[in-house]
């Protein structure tokens, strides 16, 4: 699926170098949120952009206001599909890109054609983890040896940046940490609030959210999990909660088992996809992110935006995010009872829930604002472009 493309010039009338994004599936998700919001808010004059999806490209794209940006699907193949190389080698010697940006390892080796098709500037992100590479190290030796292809690796968190110097190997100076960023005027507690179905009884309730990919490494049946636990073990605290588990993914349907054999799904709503995030937050007295392996979570973010406190499992970037008894509370990965006993002490104790939402608001705004992230890739991508003898315009 490709889009039509029309150069923007800088001020003296040359075309603005072209940044190439590549992703395994551009749809909804935090890494492809994060181009969205790079692509949207780096200026329009210094740059182009086009995004290279190694399977696909969704709807999602539609998140992308310039109407000058190209989306390339390559349909790549289960498994390992050499074909993929050749056309990434084609379409990088069409799009003839200034950098090219890969992210996370499923794009990594993208880097060998950039390579090979002469892509003066080429830059590695490290967001997190999968479910079958809970530490990183399986694919450790893939990363040591792409590496002599990237000018320039970023790592989302300050533990992938210490993974990416102690594990892979690389030097520190070749390793830059950007801290994903949350819009927080969108994202903020002040704002309307989504109306939740009338088909469920809301009053009074206390309501746990989450919002993500329903796959294995975010665990949300563990949440579902902690939550039944919660109603099984304290009726009147039960009576009370409410879950809103937002996304789609493979586990939704089995989640959804879970709570109807329970007899519990008259408390909880899964709605799928939803495109109001913002205004759900904002009903959220509890945010929950139980995943087993963490970069940056957008979604913590942004729930900390709309001054929400956050329970989160204390693995990769959630230790960074979470101020533990400050902004939330850090539990350990699969402990679905220290969940779900952190989750009713946010019930029990309403002052404490927004003491914390209060702190988690101000951690945002004094470390995770989205303008800070955006300048932070300006000055790399303008860094490695000026070295190259690669002028900006603007």
């Given amino acids: 699926m490709d889009a039509a493309v029309r150069p923007v010039a800088g001020e003296g009338g040359e075309a603005a170098p072209l940044i190439v994004h590549v992703v395994y599936r551009f749809d909804v998700g935090g890494l492809e949120n994060g181009v969205v919001n790079l ?18 490209v969704t709807e999602f794209r539609r998140r992308i206001r310039r109407d000058d940006v190209a989306f390339h699907a390559l349909g790549k193949r289960e498994g390992q599909d050499w074909g993929l190389y050749r056309r990434l080698w084609r379409l990088f010697r069409t799009l003839r890109p200034a950098l090219v940006h890969t992210r996370n390892v499923a794009t990594l080796e993208a880097q060998i054609p950039a390579f090979l098709a002469g892509v003066p500037c080429r830059v590695h992100g490290e967001h997190g983890w999968d479910v079958h590479d809970l530490d990183g190290r399986r694919y450790a030796r893939l990363r040591r040896w792409v590496s002599l292809l990237v000018h320039r690796h970023v790592a989302l968190s300050l533990q992938i940046r210490a993974y990416l110097h102690d594990v892979v190997g690389l030097p520190e100076d070749a390793v830059e940490q950007i801290y994903n960023g949350v819009d927080l005027e969108r994202f903020s507690p002040q704002g309307p609030v989504a109306a939740l179905p009338a088909d469920r009884d809301w009053a009074g309730a206390f309501v746990v959210g989450w919002v993500g990919r329903m796959e294995a490494v975010k665990n949300p049946l563990g949440l579902v999990r902690a939550f039944l636990h919660l109603r099984a073990a304290d009726a009147e605290l039960g009576r009370r909660l409410r879950l809103v588990m937002v996304g789609d993914g493979p ?12 007899g519990a799904d008259g408390a909880a709503w899964l709605p799928g996809r939803r495109d109001d995030i913002p205004e759900l937050m904002r009903r959220f007295h509890l945010f929950v992110l139980p995943s087993l392996a963490e970069g940056v979570c957008n979604t913590v973010l942004e729930a900390m935006a709309c001054g929400v406190p956050v329970v989160a499992t204390a693995v990769g970037g959630n230790r960074e995010l979470v101020a533990d008894r400050a902004a939330g509370a850090l539990v350990p990965p699969g402990d679905e009872i220290a969940l779900a006993d952190a989750i009713a002490a946010y019930v029990r104790d309403p002052v404490l829930r927004r003491i914390h939402g209060a702190i988690a608001r101000r951690m945002t705004e004094h470390r995770f604002g989205i303008e800070a992230m955006v300048q932070a890739y300006d000055r790399l991508y303008a860094g490695l472009l000026a070295r190259r003898g690669l002028a900006l315009a603007g």
């Fill in 39 to 56: 692509i949207n808010r780096l200026p329009r004059a210094r740059y182009r952009h086009a995004v290279v999806a190694l399977t696909e």
């Fill in 251 to 262: 586990l939704r349907t089995e989640a959804e088992r879970l709570l109807r054999e329970a």
